[in-house]
């Protein structure tokens, strides 16, 4: 099954400071997702990453995507309160069926980050 | 407009209820899907609709059954349901079930079965 590992697990930080969040998939990536998540809210997507060597910026969210090394990284510069939350990458699993080809989006366990003003 | 509406925000319901959660976009997405979110867990997929046909359903109790009467709209009826059923259920939306679609979630609703 894809297997999504994310580091660190949860992260601490002090306002303004830049930090990185790194996701490692352990089969071939279609597609990388970073969302992120208020504790019982829903996911806010950032960005979708799809070739080698593409990097995505959103505000100070930066994400790359290392498609040999099946990983990706999202880096905020400059880190704010409104930052912290759960951040999760994605990634689509092949799936054969009947009715044709279908993806499975599944999600690593998630960086939680905490933000000190 | 990348908006996934879920209702009802927050559900309690005895375990011999019969109730419905609801979720709409209106994005021209063909792709709508259900996920289940545990506690300090990633969601965890259970089914997929694809044009509005059932394409992937993950091994879901039977209390849990899925309906999509339109290209919008996504329903998921419960019935019977365990406590070990609470949970953040969120639905989301793509372009198509496929390898370059965004995917966008609604704000969940949060089950609670007593």
């Known amino acids: 099954s894809q297997e999504l590992e994310q580091s660190p697990q949860s992260l601490i930080v002090q306002e303004g400071k830049n930090l990185t969040i790194n996701c490692t998939s352990s089969?071939?990536?279609?597609?990388l997702y970073w969302y992120k998540q208020k504790y019982g809210e829903g996911l806010i997507f950032l960005m979708m990453l799809q070739k080698g060597g593409e990097e995505k910026s959103h505000e100070k969210i930066t994400a790359k995507l290392d498609e040999k090394k099946q990983q990706s990284s999202l880096h905020i510069t400059a880190s704010q309160p409104s930052h912290a939350g759960i951040y999760l990458c994605g990634a689509r699993k092949y799936l054969t069926s009947s009715g044709g080809s279908n993806y499975k989006l599944t999600f690593g366990k998630g960086t939680l980050l905490t933000v000190n003003p | 407009d990348t908006e996934v509406t879920q209702t009802p925000k927050h559900l309690v319901m005895g375990m011999t209820n019969k109730k419905s959660l609801k979720c709409e976009q209106h994005?021209?997405?063909?792709?709508m899907y259900w996920y289940k979110q545990k506690a300090k867990k990633p969601p965890e997929l259970m089914f997929v609709?694809?044009?509005?046909?059932?394409?992937i359903n993950e091994s879901v109790p039977s209390r849990f059954s899925p309906e999509c009467p339109n290209s919008s709209l996504l329903n998921l009826h419960l019935h019977a349901l365990q406590p070990e059923d609470s949970a953040l259920y969120l639905c989301a939306s793509s372009q198509g079930n496929a390898r370059g679609s965004e995917a966008f979630f609604g704000q969940g609703t949060r089950l609670t079965v007593v």
């Open positions: 609709y694809s044009y509005e046909k059932l394409s």
């Open positions: 994005m021209g997405h063909r792709a």
């Open positions: 089969k071939t990536l279609y597609g």
